[in-house]
């Protein structure tokens, strides 16, 4: 019998066991005595409510697109695109799970346009400038990767 393998695996588990019974008994009884003894001398103090674990703030990102004339917001995240119209100036901005799923801004000038239109797309995270970009022509395009984080 003891040179099949699961009696070998039997008997490292009982170990096992046994060890760790043994040094929670330890444990136990050691915080038990401190807590006797801390107690005795230690003034008594006003209980105090848990403190929660504070969570992360939320990611804040802000798009920003500008051109000289009519131009096209493309937003990528998750996998698809949405694009917006605008004139002159758009921008918006996202938070929590939205912001993390985005990962590009593609501002792109009107094609029908002349060939003196300039485009610009900007990435904000919390209120830092990270990505900037430009870009000229009756069909420029100007691209802005949003930073991982």
Known sequence: ?????????????VVLGVVGSTQSGSDTATSASTESSTSQTATPEKSEKPTEPTKPAEKTIELQATATGNGTAMIWGNGSSSSQQFSGSWSKTYTGD????????????????????????????????????????????????????
């Open 98 to 149: 939205e912001a993390k799923d985005l990962t590009m801004l593609s501002v792109t000038g009107d094609i029908m346009g002349d060939n003196n239109q300039q485009v610009s797309c900007k990435v904000i995270v919390d209120g830092q400038e990270k990505v900037s970009k430009d870009a000229s022509g009756s069909a420029g395009t100007a691209t802005c990767n949003v930073p991982l984080f």
């Open 1 to 13: 019998m003891y040179k099949r393998w699961w009696f070998w695996l039997i008997v490292v588990l």
